[in-house]
């Protein structure tokens, strides 16, 4: 399967499939859309109103990555359900820290 991030020089590009009120706040696994997009499955309970969601999606990518909401910023995609964020730190380590939370 093909990884939804990709390394930067400066830390990790992270495609991410947003479901605003989820029910809860969560990083739920990797999905290939039907266009053979791979993307990060996030669920928050935030509404998609006033950035509240985007806010959410980074606090949720933050504490999975054990960085500083700070380091995670909206790349592209404020308005659509697949966002791009930058995550700033060691890609390398950031990019193993994914694959554990995803696991095998």
Not at 31 to 47: N, S
Not at 61 to 84: D, N, Y
Request: charged content about 25%; hydrophobic content about 50%; some cysteine.
């Amino acid at each position: 399967m093909t990884r939804p991030w990709r390394l930067l020089t400066d830390g990790l590009e992270v495609r991410v499939r947003a479901t605003p009120r989820g029910g809860r706040d969560a990083v739920e696994g990797i999905e290939t859309r039907a266009d053979g997009l791979p993307v990060l499955k996030v669920r928050v309970r935030a509404a998609p109103e006033d950035g509240a969601a985007n806010a959410a999606i980074r606090a949720v990518l933050a504490e999975a990555l054990g960085c500083p909401a700070r380091a995670v910023t909206l790349a592209a995609g404020a308005t659509a359900r697949v966002k791009l964020f930058r995550v700033a730190g060691d890609g390398q380590a950031l990019a193993a820290r994914i694959g554990a939370l995803l696991g095998p």
